[in-house]
């Protein structure tokens, strides 16, 4: 099931989409694929890569020679597993156990990159690199623990989450035809620069995101 905030800007971007552009200049395409995340940093904790949905839109301004100028809006959804402790404390806050469990971060985001895009034309396919950065806003972050001797799984808001994030995106990728029609595949690896906590040590979020869209 899609999301309901992806699922209302894919039709929001949809109705942009098939409006005229006023110049050939400008290149539209709605996007959708996945986002495989992890938390880079100094940590105690083992880490393993969380797989999460990301959509959303790109307006492509087109300087000729292949070169085009590409901001996008994205819906992400980020995060990690990691195996950690929890402390418990007593009623005076004393602590009393630490239990090993498994949790899921499970961030989501509303993602702005800025991208410089070198095309290589041709007739049926054409080959593309790309790189700048982004800025993300949180939209929701949630955190779900188990611990690992076993019991109910539990969930709440993470609320040591900064609101903003921001980074760098570098990739490759390819424009298709299917008849008339043109078609986006591309992959991307995104490096985080902020701390995603209001906590030490600093954790960034890296990983990849693999997309396949529909180009106006």
Do not use: W
């Not at 630490?98 to 049926?124: C, H, I, K, Q």
């Amino acid at each position: 099931m899609i999301p309901r905030p992806l699922f209302s800007l894919l039709c929001l971007m949809s109705f942009f989409g098939v409006l005229p552009v006023a110049a050939q200049e400008y290149v539209a395409a709605i996007k959708m694929g996945v986002a495989v995340t992890n938390f880079s940093g100094e940590t105690d904790a083992s880490l393993d890569p969380h797989a999460g949905l990301t959509g959303g839109a790109a307006i492509g301004y087109d300087f000729g020679n292949g070169f085009l100028l590409q901001p996008e809006i994205l819906y992400v959804r980020k995060g990690a597993y990691a195996d950690t402790e929890l402390e418990f404390t007593d009623l005076e806050g004393n602590p009393i156990a630490n239990t090993p469990v498994r949790a899921r971060f499970d961030l989501t985001y509303l993602e702005v990159p800025l991208l410089a895009v070198y095309r290589f034309e041709g007739r049926s396919l054409e080959p593309k690199l790309f790189a700048g950065p982004y800025v993300a806003y949180k939209l929701n972050a949630v955190v779900e623990y188990r611990a690992l001797a076993g019991g109910p799984t539990q969930s709440e808001e993470d609320d040591s989450v900064e609101n903003f994030d921001y980074g760098a995106i570098a990739g490759v990728g390819t424009d298709f035809f299917i008849e008339a029609q043109r078609f986006s595949i591309d992959a991307r690896a995104i490096f985080g620069q902020g701390n995603v906590r209001q906590a030490d040590p600093p954790l960034k979020l890296v990983g990849g995101v693999l997309m396949i869209g529909i180009v106006f």
